[in-house]
């Protein structure tokens, strides 16, 4: 085929380009965002106080705000499992009046802005809240202010994230295995543990990624929750957010080791299940 | 949390605001200056205000200087007042990265500091008020609290401001001043933060402002401490370097400074410098 | 439940069931029954229900009327992990995570068996399918006819009372189902139980069963042993699987007066409704009106469209009489046969049949 006249012309002077076959108007775009998502992490590291980087380091409130970081949205990302699967399944494999309203108020913390939803917990589960007062008149539990009420305030907000990600592949995986199974004898339950859930292991694991990624971000709901007190309940957001207001050289550092760690579980996980299957 | 703003919708037009303000202004200068006494009830001298201007204010100041805004706008028609209210360190940060901002009013000459340091201010920053703390408890005061060393008191449930924001930075000092060891629930990010959770009975008792306790009505209860004049808090303001609208910059700190806004501050609370 | 049907429970033996499922327009009933060793096929086009009712019996979907009694037990409010049967399903559904052992092993387990027993029976049943070295393998690494094997062993491992299979040959390539649908005969010819597969492939009916039930739109609408449906079939879906042409009428003597077309003279002797039935290589063509010809049957058609048939060519025609005419391919070309073409057909009496409807 001949290419039309100004293709020719286009393709004598530059035959290279013509060929790879990426259009310029979707590359230049491209370009332009992944500039514009690297530029601000590529930032942090130029003005990144290197020199005194070891001594910020090895400070103790560093490392008790990662630690409690880690020990926080490690629980969240767990405590999600435990009630967040079960509940993706019930979305996604049966069917009940109001399923779609269900649907939409699960997945309501991802659009609520993490602060409003620390506020809605402190009214349910705050010391005088709908719930919480009576934590506390029966079983003397309050839970803001505590390291448990930062696992919940990361839970309220990283959950949606898991029951979104799980119900999908629980979607797209073939319910017919349910089926098989029940035929030859397993309960739901059975039929669920023992066939669904090492189907969608990677779906589930995919989800827990997300949750543990924004719960280790987390910080509205946290902050409005559960306060900020060193080694209790202030986590690496809060550290370096207070930080940033009287020494931005300790927040850049505290913001890098959070990205360090991000990218190497990040990394680690990727490669142990996302690329499996 | 991000500072809190003040009638959020205006501030998405700050270019708008500052083109127009700039023409107003252009406008101003180019007709004879003797015609411009007119309508203006501001200073005698002060050029016609108009625009948009930005003020960055402390949190402990948006009662006051949301009825003080209305005020300024009342006086100079076709100016519009948008405040940004929040930690004064957070808004100090913004300053010196180059937020567009007319005026800044803090919390304490620390945080000011951080402004002047980076030469971003106008003019010398002049101290408008003073504030004193004051422990904040529930209405009634179930828990009978009636000095510092009583927050101290074991099983009772106490929020500070964290050391970076001057109310917590003036609690500690008075904490220090009077030999005490309070170890406090939580930290808060700022003062208004610190109040919430008294309001929302999650906490027993806050360190806060007087005019926050104030401010808060019957929803809290004051209690009052010798210690707090041990720490008491100056409000500097000045008009900034980069101000878009610096006219009006000037005139808001002369309404501040003037009686009609020494008045508003007394009433909130607030102590005369 | 009542046994409307009046049959006393305990009494018989393997499957009794009438099942009615409603399900938005359609609405499946029929009946089924079979005894012990029988091979039942339920042979029906896409959408007549064969695959619900496959599932009725599962226990699947619901019965919405009706009854459904196994050896005596009523099964209709039993779940479907509780009943007694054993499902092969079409593409197999084999557990991807699991070994072909842990496979088979799934319902012994599910059973109440210890982990080693329910892999020692596993491995028996691999044993027995001649796929003893396949134990460890996952189902992906099998191929089609072992992981069909794969299947009827899990499916048999459980000891189900009724085995249902749902288009067991369907996911496989011509070669290997001639090779599995023999084996598969061998294995069901040994299962002792009620076994029910539903297909759409008559020659997978034919060679696998005892009893064929063909469904129509959700209902019976002939059943008998595979001979019989092949000589004298009752619908037109049937005649075609089975290759006949198929017409309804009214006999009279010798001729049968099709409802829609010209009478059919036949050599059988009957009265009142009736099917004629004759192959397609029983028709012959001709290009102009036979004359000498012995032929009572004899019709003006048109050939409306060719297609090749094995080393035939079997012509579609309209006309008179539509009815489909098989042809050698020189035959073809010597009458210039094309889509269009005028032509006379002509069958012997003595090659169609008739039989009362």
Same mark, same amino acid.
Request: aromatic fraction near 6%.
């Given at each position: 085929?001949?290419?039309?006249?100004?293709?020719?012309?286009?393709?004598?002077?530059?035959?290279?380009?013509?060929?790879?076959?990426?259009? %310029?108007?979707?590359?230049?775009?491209?370009?332009?965002?992944?500039?514009?998502?690297?530029?601000?992490?590529?930032?942090?590291?130029?003005?990144?106080?290197?020199?005194?980087?070891?001594?910020?380091?090895? =400070?103790?409130?560093?490392?008790?705000?990662?630690?409690?970081?880690?020990?926080?949205?490690? &629980?969240?990302?767990?405590?999600?499992?435990?009630?967040?699967?079960?509940?993706?399944?019930?979305?996604?494999?049966?069917?009940?009046?109001?399923?779609?309203?269900?649907?939409?108020?699960?997945?309501?913390?991802?659009?609520?802005?993490?602060?409003?939803?620390?506020?809605?917990?402190?009214?349910?589960?705050?010391?005088?809240?709908?719930?919480?007062?009576?934590?506390?008149?029966?079983?003397?539990?309050?839970?803001?202010?505590?390291?448990?009420?930062?696992?919940?305030?990361?839970?309220?907000?990283?959950?949606?994230?898991?029951?979104?990600?799980?119900?999908?592949?629980?979607?797209?995986?073939?319910?017919?295995?349910?089926?098989?199974?029940?035929?030859?004898?397993?309960?739901?339950?059975?039929?669920?543990?023992?066939?669904?859930?090492?189907?969608?292991?990677?779906?589930?694991?995919?989800?827990?990624?997300?949750?543990?990624?924004?719960?280790?971000?987390?910080?509205?709901?946290?902050?409005?929750?559960?306060?900020? %007190?060193?080694?209790?309940?202030?986590?690496?957001?809060?550290?370096?957010?207070?930080?940033?207001?009287?020494?931005?050289?300790?927040?850049?550092?505290?913001?890098? #080791?959070?990205?360090?760690?991000?990218?190497?579980?990040?990394?680690?996980?990727?490669?142990?299940?996302?690329?499996?299957? | 949390?991000?500072?809190?703003?003040?009638?959020?919708?205006?501030?998405?037009?700050?270019?708008?605001?500052?083109?127009?303000?700039?023409?107003?202004?252009? &406008?101003?200068?180019?007709?004879?200056?003797?015609?411009? =006494?007119?309508?203006?009830?501001?200073?005698?001298?002060?050029?016609?205000?108009?625009?948009?201007?930005?003020?960055?204010?402390?949190?402990?100041?948006?009662?006051?200087?949301?009825?003080?805004?209305?005020?300024?706008?009342?006086?100079?028609?076709?100016?519009?007042?948008? $405040? !940004?209210?929040?930690?004064?360190?957070?808004?100090?940060? =913004?300053?010196?990265?180059?937020?567009?901002?007319?005026?800044?009013?803090?919390?304490?000459?620390?945080?000011?500091?951080?402004?002047?340091?980076?030469? +971003?201010?106008?003019?010398?920053? #002049?101290?408008?008020?003073? @504030?004193?703390?004051?422990?904040?408890?529930?209405?009634? @005061?179930?828990?009978?609290?009636?000095?510092?060393?009583?927050?101290?008191?074991?099983?009772?449930?106490?929020?500070?401001?964290?050391?970076? #924001?001057?109310?917590?930075?003036?609690?500690?000092?008075?904490?220090?001043?009077?030999?005490?060891?309070?170890?406090?629930?939580?930290?808060?990010?700022?003062?208004?933060?610190?109040?919430?959770?008294?309001?929302?009975?999650?906490?027993?008792?806050?360190?806060?402002?007087?005019?926050?306790?104030?401010?808060?009505?019957?929803?809290?209860?004051?209690?009052?401490?010798?210690?707090?004049?041990?720490?008491? !808090?100056?409000?500097?303001?000045?008009?900034?370097?980069?101000?878009?609208?610096?006219?009006?910059?000037?005139?808001?700190?002369?309404?501040?400074?003037?009686?009609?806004?020494?008045?508003?501050?007394?009433?909130?609370?607030?102590?005369?410098? | 439940?009542?046994?409307?049907?009046?049959?006393?429970?305990?009494?018989?033996?393997?499957?009794?069931?009438?099942?009615?499922?409603?399900?938005?327009?359609?609405?499946?009933?029929?009946?089924?029954?079979?005894?012990?060793?029988?091979?039942?096929?339920?042979?029906?086009?896409?959408?007549?229900?064969?695959?619900?009712?496959?599932?009725?019996?599962?226990?699947?979907?619901?019965?919405?009327?009706?009854?459904?009694?196994?050896?005596?037990?009523?099964?209709?409010?039993?779940?479907?992990?509780?009943?007694?049967?054993?499902?092969? %399903?079409?593409?197999?559904?084999?557990?991807?995570?699991?070994?072909?052992? *842990?496979?088979?092993?799934?319902?012994?387990?599910?059973?109440?068996?210890?982990?080693?027993?329910?892999?020692?029976?596993?491995?028996?049943?691999?044993?027995?399918?001649?796929?003893?070295?396949?134990?460890?393998?996952?189902?992906?690494?099998?191929?089609?006819?072992?992981?069909?094997?794969?299947?009827?062993?899990?499916?048999?491992?459980?000891?189900?009372?009724?085995?249902?299979?749902?288009?067991?040959?369907?996911?496989?390539?011509?070669?290997?189902?001639?090779?599995?649908?023999?084996?598969?005969?061998?294995?069901?010819?040994?299962?002792?139980?009620?076994?029910?597969?539903?297909?759409?492939?008559?020659?997978?009916?034919?060679?696998?069963?005892?009893?064929?039930?063909?469904?129509?739109?959700?209902?019976?609408?002939?059943?008998?042993?595979?001979?019989?449906?092949?000589?004298?079939?009752?619908?037109?879906?049937?005649?075609?699987?089975?290759?006949?042409?198929?017409?309804?009428?009214?006999? *009279?003597?010798?001729?049968?007066?099709?409802?829609?077309?010209?009478?059919?003279?036949?050599?059988?002797?009957? &009265?009142?409704?009736?099917?004629?039935? $004759?192959?397609?290589?029983?028709?012959?063509?001709?290009?102009?009106?036979?004359?000498?010809?012995?032929?009572? @049957?004899?019709?003006?058609?048109?050939?409306?469209?060719?297609?090749?048939?094995? +080393?035939?060519?079997?012509?579609?025609?309209?006309?008179?009489?539509?009815?489909?005419?098989?042809?050698?391919?020189?035959?073809?070309?010597?009458?210039?046969?094309?889509?269009?073409?005028?032509?006379?057909?002509? #069958?012997?009496?003595?090659?169609?049949?008739?039989?009362?409807?």
């Amino acid at each position: 085929m001949t290419p039309p006249a100004s293709d020719t012309r286009k393709g004598g002077r530059r035959p290279g380009r013509i060929r790879t076959g990426v259009p %310029f108007a979707l590359l230049l775009p491209a370009l332009l965002g992944l500039a514009f998502l690297l530029l601000p992490l590529v930032a942090l590291l130029i003005r990144a106080p290197w020199h005194s980087l070891p001594e910020q380091l090895t =400070s103790p409130e560093v490392w008790q705000a990662l630690r409690l970081s880690l020990v926080c949205a490690t &629980s969240a990302t767990a405590l999600s499992l435990v009630i967040g699967v079960p509940l993706a399944w019930l979305l996604a494999r049966t069917d009940f009046p109001g399923r779609g309203l269900v649907r939409a108020l699960v997945t309501l913390p991802l659009v609520l802005p993490p602060v409003v939803g620390g506020v809605a917990l402190l009214l349910a589960l705050g010391r005088n809240g709908v719930v919480g007062q009576w934590l506390d008149a029966w079983f003397g539990i309050t839970l803001p202010f505590t390291t448990t009420g930062v696992v919940l305030a990361e839970t309220f907000v990283a959950m949606p994230f898991l029951v979104i990600s799980v119900e999908g592949t629980l979607r797209a995986a073939d319910p017919r295995y349910e089926e098989a199974a029940t035929t030859l004898g397993a309960s739901r339950f059975t039929a669920f543990r023992r066939v669904t859930l090492p189907l969608i292991a990677p779906g589930i694991a995919a989800g827990a990624v997300l949750a543990w990624a924004r719960a280790l971000g987390e910080f509205g709901a946290t902050i409005t929750f559960a306060g900020n %007190f060193p080694g209790r309940t202030q986590t690496m957001p809060l550290a370096v957010y207070l930080a940033l207001q009287s020494d931005p050289e300790a927040a850049i550092a505290l913001s890098l #080791v959070l990205l360090a760690v991000s990218i190497a579980v990040l990394a680690g996980l990727r490669d142990r299940w996302m690329t499996t299957s | 949390m991000t500072p809190r703003t003040a009638r959020r919708a205006r501030r998405t037009l700050p270019l708008t605001g500052t083109a127009v303000a700039a023409l107003l202004v252009l &406008s101003a200068c180019s007709s004879s200056d003797d015609t411009s =006494s007119g309508s203006s009830s501001s200073a005698p001298g002060a050029a016609k205000v108009s625009g948009t201007v930005t003020v960055f204010a402390a949190a402990s100041l948006q009662e006051t200087f949301t009825a003080l805004g209305a005020e300024f706008e009342k006086a100079h028609p076709g100016t519009e007042v948008v $405040f !940004n209210f929040g930690g004064s360190d957070t808004l100090a940060a =913004s300053i010196t990265s180059g937020a567009p901002a007319d005026v800044f009013a803090a919390a304490s000459s620390k945080t000011m500091a951080i402004v002047t340091d980076a030469k +971003d201010n106008a003019s010398a920053p #002049v101290t408008f008020a003073r @504030n004193q703390l004051a422990i904040a408890t529930l209405p009634g @005061n179930p828990d009978q609290v009636t000095s510092l060393k009583d927050l101290t008191k074991s099983g009772l449930k106490v929020v500070l401001c964290d050391r970076t #924001v001057p109310c917590g930075a003036a609690a500690q000092k008075a904490l220090d001043a009077s030999g005490l060891e309070l170890t406090p629930v939580s930290y808060e990010q700022d003062v208004k933060s610190a109040l919430t959770k008294v309001e929302l009975r999650e906490a027993d008792a806050a360190v806060v402002y007087k005019t926050d306790v104030r401010a808060a009505g019957d929803k809290v209860e004051g209690v009052d401490f010798p210690e707090s004049a041990d720490a008491v !808090n100056d409000y500097p303001i000045a008009p900034l370097k980069d101000a878009p609208n610096a006219e009006a910059a000037k005139a808001f700190v002369t309404l501040v400074r003037s009686a009609e806004g020494q008045k508003a501050l007394t009433e909130a609370g607030f102590l005369t410098p | 439940m009542s046994a409307p049907d009046g049959i006393p429970p305990d009494t018989a033996e393997g499957l009794d069931a009438h099942l009615v499922v409603d399900r938005d327009a359609f609405r499946l009933d029929i009946t089924l029954s079979a005894a012990p060793g029988d091979v039942v096929a339920l042979l029906g086009p896409n959408g007549a229900g064969k695959t619900t009712a496959l599932r009725a019996l599962a226990g699947l979907v619901p019965l919405t009327g009706g009854h459904l009694r196994l050896d005596g037990d009523a099964l209709e409010r039993t779940p479907p992990e509780a009943r007694p049967v054993g499902v092969v %399903f079409q593409d197999y559904l084999l557990f991807p995570h699991l070994s072909a052992l *842990d496979n088979v092993a799934f319902g012994p387990r599910c059973h109440g068996a210890s982990k080693a027993e329910a892999r020692a029976q596993a491995a028996g049943w691999l044993e027995r399918m001649g796929l003893a070295e396949h134990a460890v393998a996952k189902p992906r690494r099998l191929s089609g006819g072992q992981a069909q094997r794969v299947a009827l062993a899990r499916a048999l491992a459980t000891r189900p009372r009724l085995l249902l299979l749902d288009e067991p040959l369907a996911a496989l390539d011509a070669r290997t189902r001639l090779e599995v649908r023999a084996q598969l005969r061998r294995h069901l010819a040994e299962f002792e139980a009620v076994a029910v597969l539903v297909t759409h492939d008559p020659l997978d009916a034919m060679v696998l069963a005892d009893r064929l039930v063909v469904i129509e739109h959700g209902t019976v609408v002939q059943e008998g042993t595979p001979s019989d449906i092949a000589r004298h079939p009752r619908t037109d879906y049937i005649a075609q699987l089975v290759g006949l042409n198929l017409y309804r009428g009214r006999a *009279d003597g010798h001729t049968v007066h099709l409802v829609a077309g010209p009478p059919l003279t036949t050599t059988e002797i009957l &009265s009142g409704p009736a099917f004629v039935a $004759f192959p397609p290589s029983a028709v012959t063509l001709h290009r102009d009106r036979p004359t000498g010809s012995s032929a009572r @049957n004899l019709w003006r058609c048109e050939v409306a469209g060719l297609e090749t048939h094995g +080393d035939q060519i079997r012509a579609d025609l309209t006309g008179e009489l539509p009815l489909a005419a098989d042809l050698t391919t020189i035959a073809a070309a010597e009458l210039d046969l094309r889509p269009g073409a005028p032509v006379w057909a002509t #069958v012997k009496a003595a090659q169609t049949h008739a039989y009362p409807a």
